[in-house]
């Protein structure tokens, strides 16, 4: 299973609770300075925390770093343990995506769409969340000139704060839902080619200079030409290349989408 922990350590065990891994990826903040810092810093400390609370039920608990908000830094750590637990012949993968940032979740989407079968997002739903009585204690308590109420208001906050400590944003019972993920379209090895060698040039290359690279001498140049067309059309048509021409010379990029699938997908 892998898991973002962000603020809601209960979210955590909630999918670890219903699916029984055996393996848990904890993806934390990487460590951030300014303004970031001291959310980074509590959610690396959530990590942490759930990690030596599961080593008592769990042989092996991995920390992984993300940029959180950025998607290639997350596509890029999802792939990286995808490709392992392959490896290691595991069954099923699930990620947690109601733990996780709005990029990171994409990402896990984008992944599950690569491998449908393997790869399982799901959400944990609760309507339960401590900010809701966090506003309920301010709104109950606007005159704050009153020491009476004041104190109270102040007691108030500080259990919703040892609250937040033991277990996160949310409380109560989670409802699990699984996130069905549309196959993406296989790419064959000829594609893949493509985009290594675009990839490898900086993103852009020649037309011609792309059918010296990859034609085989097994092949006719009829037979070639026919089979470079239908690959290219196809890239282009899911936007991830577009071509420019200059006199009789044709160019291929890779789009920014394409970049991303190239380098953190394909």
Known sequence: MISPVGLEKDRVLAGF???GATILYLIQSEKKEGLEKKL???VRRFAIELKMFLEKILEEIIIEEANITNLESCLEIMQKIINQEIKAQADKIYVNVSTSS???AIASIYIAGLYPDLVIPFYAKTSDYIIQEFIEILSNNLNLQNKEKRE???KDLIEIKKYFEKSGWTKGEYEISLIPALPFKRFTDFQKNIFKLLLS???ELKLKKLM???KGKEISERSFRSKLSYALRELLDYGLIRKSRNGKSVSLYLTEKGNI???YLI
């Open 17 to 19: 609770k219903k699916f």
């Open 40 to 42: 980074a810093d509590t």
């Open 102 to 104: 709005k990029i990171f």
């Open 152 to 154: 109270e208001c102040i």
């Open 201 to 203: 040039n900086q993103n």
């Open 212 to 214: 010296d690279l990859l």
């Open 261 to 263: 699938f190239g380098n």
